[in-house]
């Protein structure tokens, strides 16, 4: 099938239509939860000093105005379910939501990254082409080009895939680590927690289970021969990360909810005749209509936009292949490269301000600028570590002190191993810049951790 | 494909059944009996022996007050100081209604605020048991240091002192004080011992995690940093004043030998009556989980290395960290080490999050 042949395929674009409202929907509970939790307040207002991403340094909190950023993305989640100025409601949305996840980065999970890529895709996606405001208001169309929603199994396939592939380490396969830990930490919960879950042989087989599971289901949810019993495994398997991992979130329902999309046209239809049956004004008979009458035309443009980022998503996850070091000690291209719960670390990190002028020397209190969650996340990644001694540098200096530098104690231990030193002793990690930080101050890990 | 899928389903079943499968090579640790030999063995014993010592400061106290004399003081101070250490062994567990009524913060607060003592005193309407961070320093036992051998000069001056009603009126609340909330702690412990180490209501865990974030805490804050870094000017300048029990001068290094003693007998689980060692002690627990035992003998290891450097110092730390900081640094820097193993190794390893806030500091 050529290229072009392939772009000029139209499909049925229910699918499309219901990932765009179970994803509104996700997105509208998923933030009045975090609101409801407190979380606003002690994430992005509490903090006196915010850990940033790498170029979006000028993305920070904005008072009690983050309030109103959430409200906005409240609002623009409910627009998308409704499909209502659907092109600006999900700009809108993708440019809030994306905002409140660059505002800091101690926040960064593996699933908020998704749903911003997701939103992102979105902006480019008819999905508010049928069951929509706007489409009542204009023409209702049943047929999109096949490539739109490929796009969103695509994208999917790529999270399940590298989360495979990165799950191919020797501590997850042949010491079973990090799930060991956590799972005889489990010991509460009722039946299997202070039985199975105590036993070696279930690590070992939740390891190899969660490895081949995340490498193979995006096959067969690609298949249609294995697609239900496939799709009964994402609801099994997430299922059991939540009562295992509660801490886990939202991200099991979207997953459950986003795998919706392999299914074909005709499940997607139900839904939507199930949803008409309580919105009158939508009832109409699919099946009736014509193939090529009602199918919307997309842009080269967002072809091009579309087939670029999943590209560039594709390579991504690849990029720590790039800086020396290990992944999992120093965290070079660790983030947004779906390495979910491959390590449990811990640290104990202090600074000391070296007066030089005065040579004299204090050590700082992380609490004096840190909430308690800040300094947890803050103490076992380098580059939170090397963003905070900056900041500790301009704070000092502000207060008039010159010719300072910053020295660390940091200590973290790694997947069960003892505690190491994070980054060398009695060196300034004040007065260099990030790349001499990575070169030359953090100890190297002294062990191996296979992988491919 | 298909048998991929059913081996996959295979996998995800077995992991989540839990029927009758042959248990393999470990036996699952039994963390209620660690729970109830700890609260039986050691917290309850810890505080009863408290209560004790603190009765006979009590009848000593009662005494002194009908009667003050200089040998009526002095068997007082000696009384104050057994109470002071057996305290020790009971400041880290801020459990309960000890975390309710901020019982270690009423007890062991210091520096004392001698200011606001005397404005306490003058205040009609005063109320300590009220939570009230301004009013943890004008109590418990820094305060009665400060009655017992500051407020004057000589005996004699204090015995003056202490003769004046208010004073005395004052000493008299601080001493009922400590004494109705240990009782209020203790009834606590004895009547809800079997729902602290029961796993029906998927409590343990949080009971366990509680315990062992009370004891990292302490070791963190009780002991490194108030006792030893604080004064040692670790974050500031050196504060000599900041030393505990500062007024009676001689007893602040052997407060915090004892602190760090009840910190190792607590890994252990040692009974307290019997100091015989437990199976069920955060010691075997971390030997459960960490199979080649590297991990509790390098706290151990770490706890007898710090003993030994507190017991080079002087036994007036005020006086060692105003004349040879440096020893008092190496102690810190000692104790700093179980710190990181505690709270990094130790922690991870349980699975537990750190949950309170970093305690370095005031």
């Known amino acids: 099938m050529s290229l072009n042949k392939y772009l000029n395929t139209y499909v049925n674009n229910s699918p499309l239509i219901v990932f765009r409202i179970l994803f509104g929907l996700l997105i509208f509970f998923s933030q009045i939860r975090f609101w409801h939790k407190g979380w606003i307040e002690s994430i992005y207002i509490d903090p006196v000093f915010h850990f940033s991403y790498y170029w979006f340094s000028w993305v920070k909190p904005i008072g009690d105005y983050t309030y109103l950023l959430f409200i906005i993305c409240l609002i623009s989640s409910l627009f998308i379910v409704i499909g209502f100025k659907y092109r600006v409601s999900s700009l809108i949305l993708f440019l809030s939501y994306t905002y409140i996840e660059l505002m800091d980065k101690t926040t960064y999970l593996n699933h908020y990254y998704l749903v911003s890529l997701i939103l992102f895709m979105l902006i480019f996606l008819p999905a508010s082409s049928r069951f929509s405001i706007d489409s009542l208001k204009t023409t209702d169309f049943y047929f999109v080009p096949r490539w739109t929603i490929d796009s969103l199994k695509i994208m999917l396939c790529i999270v399940y895939f590298h989360a495979g592939i990165a799950k191919v380490n020797s501590d997850w396969l042949l010491s079973a680590q990090p799930l060991k830990i956590w799972l005889l930490g489990n010991y509460d919960i009722p039946l299997i927690g202070d039985t199975l879950l105590q036993q070696n042989w279930v690590h070992y087989a939740m390891s190899w289970g969660g490895m081949l599971y995340d490498i193979l289901i995006p096959f067969l949810l690609l298949i249609p021969k294995t697609r239900n019993s496939a799709f009964l495994l994402v609801i099994i398997f997430h299922v059991l990360t939540k009562i295992l991992f509660p801490a886990i979130g939202m991200f099991p329902f979207i997953m459950i909810f986003g795998c919706l999309v392999f299914f074909d046209y005709k499940f997607h239809e139900k839904i939507i005749q199930f949803i008409s049956k309580y919105l009158k004004k939508f009832q109409k008979n699919i099946f009736t209509i014509k193939k090529n009458e009602f199918k919307i035309k997309t842009s080269l443009f967002s072809v091009f936009i579309i087939g670029f980022f999943l590209f560039i998503q594709f390579l991504l996850p690849l990029r720590h292949n790039l800086y020396d070091g290990e992944l999992f000690w120093t965290e070079r291209g660790y983030r947004f490269s779906w390495r979910v719960m491959l390590v449990e670390k811990k640290g104990f990190t202090e600074f000391k301000l070296v007066d030089n002028g005065n040579s004299s020397s204090f050590y700082i209190k992380n609490e004096d600028h840190l909430t308690d969650f800040q300094e947890k996340q803050m103490s076992f990644q380098p580059d939170f570590i090397k963003e905070f001694a900056d900041y500790l540098g301009d704070f000092y200096k502000a207060k008039g002190y010159s010719n300072i530098e910053i020295h660390v104690n940091s200590y973290v231990t790694l997947n069960g191993r003892r505690s190491k030193r994070l980054i060398k002793r009695d060196t300034d990690i004040l007065n260099i810049d990030k790349k001499t930080f990575y070169k030359n101050c953090i100890i190297p890990f002294g062990d191996e951790i296979k992988k491919i | ?362």
């Open chain 2, 1 to 362: 494909m298909k048998k991929i899928l059913k081996t996959l389903i295979l996998f995800i079943f077995i992991s989540c059944s839990d029927n009758n499968i042959e248990q393999d090579n470990v036996d699952s640790f039994d963390r209620s009996s660690l729970l109830i030999e700890l609260a039986n063995n050691l917290i309850i014993p810890a505080h009863d022996n408290f209560a004790l010592n603190f009765s006979v400061f009590e009848i000593d106290f009662e005494r002194f007050s009908s009667d003050l004399s200089i040998p009526n003081l002095q068997k007082l101070r000696s009384s104050f100081i057994d109470s002071y250490m057996a305290w020790q062994h009971v400041e880290m567990f801020n459990i309960g209604k000890a975390e309710e009524i901020f019982y270690n913060l009423k007890t062991n607060s210091y520096p004392t605020n001698i200011l606001r003592i005397e404005a306490n005193m003058n205040n009609n309407g005063l109320d300590l048991d009220i939570p009230n961070e301004n009013n943890y320093p004008t109590q418990g036992f820094p305060a009665i240091d400060y009655f017992l051998f500051g407020i004057s000069e000589t005996d004699e001056m204090i015995l003056n002192e202490l003769s004046d009603a208010t004073n005395l009126n004052y000493l008299n609340l601080l001493v009922q004080k400590i004494s109705t909330n240990t009782e209020s702690v203790i009834n606590f412990w004895k009547n809800n011992t079997q729902d602290f180490a029961n796993s029906a209501d998927g409590s343990q865990s949080s009971n366990l995690n509680m315990l062992a974030n009370d004891f990292v805490y302490y070791y963190e804050k009780g002991l490194r940093a108030n006792k030893i870094g604080i004064p040692a000017g670790r974050w500031s300048n050196k504060l000599p004043n900041n030393v505990e029990s500062f007024y009676s001068k001689i007893h602040s290094k052997n407060l915090a030998i004892e602190g760090l003693k009840a910190s190792k007998n607590f890994f252990l689980g040692l009974n307290f009556n019997t100091g015989a060692p437990s199976d069920y002690s955060f010691r075997t627990y971390i030997d459960y989980l960490d199979t080649e035992n590297s991990l509790s003998n390098l706290i151990i290891e770490s706890f007898d290395n710090s003993m030994s450097k507190l017991q080079i110092l002087s036994d007036d730390f005020s006086h060692q960290v105003a004349n040879n900081n440096s020893q008092m640094l190496e102690a810190y820097d000692a104790i700093q080490e179980g710190v990181v193993y505690l709270k990094t190794d130790m922690l991870s390893l349980l699975s537990i999050s750190v949950d309170y806030m970093d305690a370095d500091g005031d």
